[in-house]
């Protein structure tokens, strides 16, 4: 159980295009999922946190215009990339909470890496 | 503010041997939780334990356990019986108090098993 997906797992995209990463809770309903980035060799950065029917909030130092997130229904978040430019170029995962611990355990995606060219 | 600390960033062990990695927090919750995740080369962020602030026991799960020294503010993992595939980087993490969900992750411990 708890199983999370992300699509797609690696993305190639010319600079100034969009770019929809998909997440999705396969096994459970998440009320709440997270965006995060990772950088080589570094840990992660949360970039926002996405509650079903509501507005993300977003960290400090995120733009909210740049990196759009929509949480449509309890199994799917997206994140929309706009305008990307090399500096996007990173390793996005995203994670749910479920699976009935009560733990608030947080269940990751296998990750989508963007490269913008 | 929350804080983790991992102050190993690569560590070896051989096959069959137990390994520790350390970890250690900072926060003035008196609520919070305490995770560890393996990362692999494929990037994919696995679960392997938790532990929480008003456990009395450390938590186990198969060959992982969490040697957890609430005074010491510590929460080391301990691999039993390193296997080949456990080579991975690995994340402790914490999450604060109650209706805090949001989790603050070290920078984390590569480990090498080696035949």
């Known amino acids: 159980g708890a199983v999370v997906s992300q699509h797609p797992s690696w993305v190639i995209c010319k600079s100034g295009t969009s770019v929809k990463i998909e997440c999705r809770s396969l096994d459970f309903q998440a009320t709440t999922m997270f965006w995060y980035r990772q950088f080589p060799k570094q840990s992660l950065m949360l970039m926002a946190t996405s509650n079903e029917g509501s507005k993300a909030t977003y960290e400090q130092g995120v733009e909210k215009d740049k990196f759009l997130i929509n949480h449509a229904s309890l199994t799917l978040s997206t994140l929309t990339v706009t305008s990307a430019h090399p500096e996007d170029s990173s390793f996005y995962i995203c994670s749910a909470i479920g699976g009935g611990q009560g733990t608030d355990t947080q269940y990751f995606g296998p990750g989508t890496r963007l490269t913008v060219l | 503010a929350q804080k983790i600390t991992q102050t190993q960033p690569g560590m070896f062990v051989q096959e069959k041997e137990a390994v520790t990695l350390d970890c250690t927090y900072d926060?003035?919750?008196?609520?919070?939780?305490l995770f560890w995740y393996k990362q692999p080369s494929s990037g994919e962020m696995i679960f392997l334990i938790y532990?929480?602030?008003?456990?009395?026991q450390n938590a186990t799960e198969g060959r992982y356990s969490l040697n957890f020294q609430k005074a010491r503010k510590s929460a080391n993992l301990v691999i039993s019986a390193s296997q080949l595939g456990d080579s991975a980087m690995y994340f402790c993490a914490m999450r604060g108090g109650t209706g805090f969900q949001k989790l603050v992750f070290g920078t984390g411990t590569r480990l090498l098993v080696s035949p």
């Open positions: 926060t003035s919750d008196p609520s919070y939780g």
């Open positions: 532990q929480g602030s008003y456990d009395q």
